[in-house]
């Protein structure tokens, strides 16, 4: 079993990646860490730079945790690809940051942790940035 975190370049993502690697120490498993764009990434804030995943990766293995990275560009949201791997593999819990939103902002723009805690079938562990 893994416990996936999905993380984006922010103190949100940081408090995400925290909260994981917490939950897999406890858990005795290995962390791994999904960064997704649907192809825009060049202007997408969410989309880490190779010198960001790398740093984490860093800071996992000085962390004694076993970990993988996987960034994903293929047109598709965040929540569907967090979806996709959870369906695919042996997930145990999956760890996003949440942030608060408008009514109308959920609206607009949908709520991708909304979509995440709807969909996959293992518990998920939202948290807010500190």
Do not use: W
């Not at 800071?59 to 598709?76: D, I, K, M």
């Amino acid at each position: 079993m893994t416990v996936l975190v999905g993380y984006v370049p922010s103190p949100l993502g940081e408090a995400a990646l925290r909260a994981a690697v917490e939950q897999a120490r406890f858990r005795d498993e290995p962390v791994l860490v999904v960064n997704t764009s649907r192809g825009d990434a060049y202007v997408d804030p969410r989309f880490a730079q190779e010198a960001e995943l790398d740093r984490v990766s860093r800071e996992l293995t000085a962390a004694g945790v076993p970990h993988s990275v996987r960034q994903l560009v293929r047109g598709r949201d965040a929540a569907e690809e967090i979806v996709e791997i959870v369906e695919a593999e042996e997930i145990s819990l999956v760890v996003i940051g949440v942030r608060h939103r408008t009514a109308v902002g959920k609206l607009i723009m949908g709520s991708a942790a909304q979509e995440i805690l709807l969909r996959v079938p293992c518990p998920v562990l939202a948290v807010k940035a500190d």
